[in-house]
């Protein structure tokens, strides 16, 4: 499974907003929950936000709830994650990642080190 993946909006200033995408180059998109992780300079890669298969059951780590959206579309194979209210602490490359799971309503791990692909990292800044 490999992702062609882009930002829309560019650079961004505290306050704005970011879109991101991925979309998968096979039809198995379907048979995997998707994620969102970022990765800040001299820091871990940190999970984001995930969503199952069925598009209908969403995760996010506490300090993007309420700002940022994860969304699906399977005929498309496509995840965007919708970041509104971006923060200069938001500044980092981020990544889609994919986690085969059985269940369709089933939401990912946030273990990134379960997950069985990954997208080439976006890079997303926020200036302040």
């Known amino acids: 499974l490999r992702f062609s993946c882009g930002v829309w909006g560019g650079l961004v200033q505290a306050g704005g907003s970011l879109r991101l995408s991925c979309t998968a180059s096979?039809?198995?998109?379907?048979?995997?929950?998707m994620d969102w992780f970022r990765q800040a300079p001299g820091k871990e890669r940190e999970f984001v936000a995930g969503?199952?298969?069925?598009?209908?059951?969403?995760d996010y780590t506490d300090s993007v709830n309420g700002r940022f959206t994860i969304s699906r579309d399977n005929p498309k194979s496509t995840v965007s994650l919708q970041m509104n209210s971006l923060k200069p602490e938001d500044t980092a490359v981020y990544y889609c990642a994919a986690e085969r799971r059985t269940s369709f309503w089933a939401i990912g791990s946030r273990n990134r080190g379960g997950m069985d692909y990954w997208g080439k990292g976006t890079q997303v800044t926020v200036s302040s």
């Open positions: 096979e039809l198995a998109f379907v048979n995997y929950a």
């Open positions: 969503i199952s298969r069925s598009g209908t059951n969403t």
